[in-house]
């Protein structure tokens, strides 16, 4: 296979209505359900969710590591097991990959036979931060210090494509950061990069696509900026003591509403609108504020929404708001 074949439309990923279902004595469990996604090449994409949303069975059927029940996957048009082959693919999974009798380096090297093209092993070492560890055993290592090993794996191939599964797990501070200064260095080079994470900071910093899905189906896919806006920009607080419910939520362009005692706190598609429309209803709220959200936010609105948990927390907190979305 040549280096840069593609799939008809150029996509390096693709999922066409593609459904996973595992049976368990409580029944069945839908990890992914119709689940239609469509990656192009030099993108480096973000694919969240909360736990159980899917996320590490998409990965898994990605890499051909699992077989979907129903759809079509494609990688560079063609199986995972053909890309893999063809050293298309760098991964780094939750688990797995790591053996227990070698070095750093052996396993470095291992590894980087089984790729037709790859990066020298001292340079994916020194890539990954284990150049000082390169002679200790894989399985004496600390959990930060095995990723690191994974990171280094996933890179050797110089793959076009690299999947990442919660990649900064465990990882210290300065060790993340350096793993995302190479990571912009491989998306700088074209490569395609998809990760799956529960740090929306670094979704938010590091991705210029992010796929949201809840129970093994898409909610949202978009820019960071477009996500955030399409879950509602603004919170609007304000205090109104003895408001009813009821006109808070005839408010318009409303996506979340949360009260603390005299407190109220609306998620607000159009934090102008929804204020207007209160002041046109004659209320008179105290100490108002208006504040953009976050990514975490929105991705807490969007999840909160799809389980049906948007609604009216009396007395409720943003910890009530977080537990709902999970
Ligand atoms: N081998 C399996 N057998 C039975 N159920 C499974 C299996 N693997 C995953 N599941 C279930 O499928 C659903 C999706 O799991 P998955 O690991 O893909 O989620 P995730 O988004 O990666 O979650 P997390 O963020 O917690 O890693 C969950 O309900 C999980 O319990």
Redesign the pocket.
């Known amino acids: 296979m040549p280096r840069d074949t593609r799939s008809p439309d150029g996509a390096v990923v693709e999922f066409a209505n593609v459904s996973k279902t595992?049976h368990?004595p409580k029944g069945p469990?839908h990890?992914v359900n119709g689940l239609t996604m469509s990656l192009q090449p030099g993108q480096t994409i973000a694919f969240l969710?909360?736990?159980?949303?899917?996320?590490?069975?998409?990965l898994n059927m990605l890499l051909g590591l699992s077989r979907p029940d129903s759809g079509r996957l494609a990688l560079f048009g063609g199986t995972a097991a053909e890309a893999i082959k063809h050293g298309m693919v760098g991964a780094m999974l939750?688990s797995g990959g790591l053996m227990s009798d070698v070095t750093v380096r052996e396993q470095v090297e291992l590894w980087a036979k089984l790729h037709p093209r790859p990066i020298g092993v001292a340079d994916a070492l020194k890539r990954a931060n284990i150049a000082d560890l390169a002679d200790r055993r894989v399985d004496k290592l600390s959990g930060g210090q095995q990723q690191r090993v994974q990171f280094a794996m996933a890179i050797i191939g110089d793959s076009p494509l690299i999947v990442l599964d919660?990649p900064t797990t465990g990882m210290d501070v300065e060790n993340r950061q350096a793993f995302w200064a190479t990571m912009r260095e491989r998306a700088y080079e074209g490569k395609t990069v998809l990760f799956?994470t529960?740090y929306l900071e670094e979704a938010d910093q590091f991705a210029e696509r992010v796929i949201v899905i809840n129970k093994g189906r898409l909610l949202a896919d978009g820019s960071a900026a477009e996500i955030k806006a399409s879950a509602g920009a603004k919170r609007l607080s304000f205090r109104l003591p003895g408001v009813q419910d009821a006109v808070l939520h005839r408010l318009p362009n409303l996506v979340h509403v949360e009260r603390q005692a005299d407190i109220v706190r609306l998620q607000t598609s159009d934090s102008d609108a929804t204020l207007y429309a209160l002041l046109d209803a004659g209320y008179r709220p105290a100490d108002i504020e208006i504040q953009a959200l976050g990514l975490e936010q929105a991705f807490l609105a969007i999840t909160a929404e799809d389980n049906n948990a948007v609604g009216t927390i009396a007395g409720g907190t943003d910890t009530a708001t977080l537990e709902a979305a999970r």
């Open positions: 595992f368990s469990v990890a969710g909360p736990n159980g949303a899917g996320k590490s069975t998409s939750q919660e799956a529960h």
